[in-house]
């Protein structure tokens, strides 16, 4: 079997905490992150609540980057410096061209897009700013990380939704695979504004609920659909043979299917891609100790998950659980925070909670983790997402050696 490359570096921005340990001591405690919009007005859309992220970007970026960058590139800016502080990893020690970096969005800067549109329609083309050029592009994020730590190897860019940040992992593993010493990789996103808000309601998806605490509830008899957030993780990805030992854990399996088409009579494909990364991991389903889900909170899709779980690991046999409850759903972002949140899990034994399940529609097969954290001994963890369209990942990690809790 291919040696497993080893996650060395976690980067966190979410809207319940800045940071690893404030981000994962908020999840434990149940602290959920969603609330009114108040980054623009709201009360003309169905959806009027999100999970916004609470950062100074001025404090913590160089001037010079500001006026040039997006909202969602600059929490992706701090999550890629935390991650590289925290694996200990200096890029310009190393070889030229032995770190990459490799990250998923669902769509690029909206916000920086429609503020230089508004200008363009409003007064004139003098008056747009020359970073639109880039600013706005979905590769942003991996560029601006790269130009700013001296990134030389491979980079790229995924676009699959909420299943994007597994599928950027894979490709960093890919790069690890072929040669690369090291890649920054994962997700983060943000489109709290109203171009991208009227893009995300006309899909039919987002909870209209005004509640925060009632309007993301997956896996619940009163689901509505789902609250869009903005964030997501980026991980330090290192090759076994050259990574120190402090290690939160490794990639052990991955691999991704497309639905097929609407009204054709097939069954979604998602149960493929969890037996896929299995087979690629080497495991039986026996061998999860915990499955952390997409739960869209759209009551068909929600459906659809629980009975690819009970066909695999059958009624109640493994912990589920949907932390994503406490941040939304962070669209590119949202499948890397779970990645990362799974490597904390089994770095303290804890699994962390669903929030605000009050009536669980499918308690009789699922066994979901609820209002408590729940101690566990856990050696693996597996990570499902599913991007608008059709987009299935399914992601493998094991535990690590030499990371304690802080």
Not at 390 to 397: D, E, P, R
């Amino acid at each position: 079997m291919t040696t497993a490359p080893v996650v060395t570096g976690l980067g966190v921005v979410a809207p319940n905490g800045l940071g690893v340990e404030r981000y994962w001591a908020a999840t434990l405690a149940g602290r959920a992150g969603i609330g009114p919009v108040s980054r623009f007005d709201a009360s003309g859309y169905r959806a009027r609540v999100a999970g916004e992220v609470e950062i100074d970007a001025a404090a913590l970026l160089p001037g010079r980057l500001l006026p040039q960058t997006d909202r969602m590139t600059r929490l992706a800016l701090v999550a890629a410096e935390e991650a590289l502080t925290d694996a200990g990893l200096d890029p310009s020690t190393m070889d030229r061209y032995g770190c990459g970096v490799l990250t998923a969005a669902s769509g690029g800067g909206f916000e920086f897009g429609q503020r230089e549109l508004e200008a363009l329609w409003g007064k004139d083309s003098t008056h747009v700013s020359a970073y639109q050029s880039f600013a706005w592009f979905y590769p942003v994020n991996s560029g601006q990380i790269s130009i700013r730590h001296g990134l030389r190897g491979p980079g790229g860019a995924v676009v699959t939704e909420q299943a994007g940040g597994l599928d950027a992992i894979a490709m960093a593993r890919r790069d690890i695979r072929c040669g690369t010493r090291a890649m920054v990789s994962g997700g983060v996103d943000g489109s709290l504004c109203p171009w991208s808000w009227l893009c995300q309601t006309r899909s039919g998806r987002l909870s209209p609920a005004v509640d925060a605490d009632r309007a993301y509830l997956p896996f619940d008899a009163d689901a509505s659909g789902y609250v869009p957030g903005e964030g997501g993780a980026l991980l330090v990805i290192e090759d076994p043979a050259t990574a120190g030992e402090c290690r939160y854990g490794e990639i052990a399996g991955y691999a991704a299917t497309f639905d097929p088409r609407p009204g054709s009579g097939r069954p979604p494909a998602l149960r493929r891609a969890v037996e896929l990364a299995l087979g690629d991991a080497g495991m039986d389903p026996a061998e999860v100790d915990v499955v952390f889900a997409d739960a869209s909170g759209v009551p068909d899709l929600d459906a659809q998950e629980a009975a690819v779980l009970v066909e695999l690991f059958g009624p109640r046999a493994v912990p589920v659980t949907a932390p994503k409850t406490m941040t939304g759903r962070l669209l590119g972002g949202g499948a890397a925070l779970d990645v990362a949140t799974a490597l904390l899990a089994l770095r303290d034994g804890v699994i962390p909670p669903t929030v605000h399940i009050g009536r669980p529609r499918f308690a009789d097969v699922l066994d979901l983790v609820r209002d408590e954290p729940r101690p566990a001994r856990m050696d693996s963890a597996l990570v499902l997402a599913r991007g608008h369209g059709g987009f299935n990942s399914a992601l493998l990690v094991r535990r690590g050696r030499g990371r304690d809790s802080t």
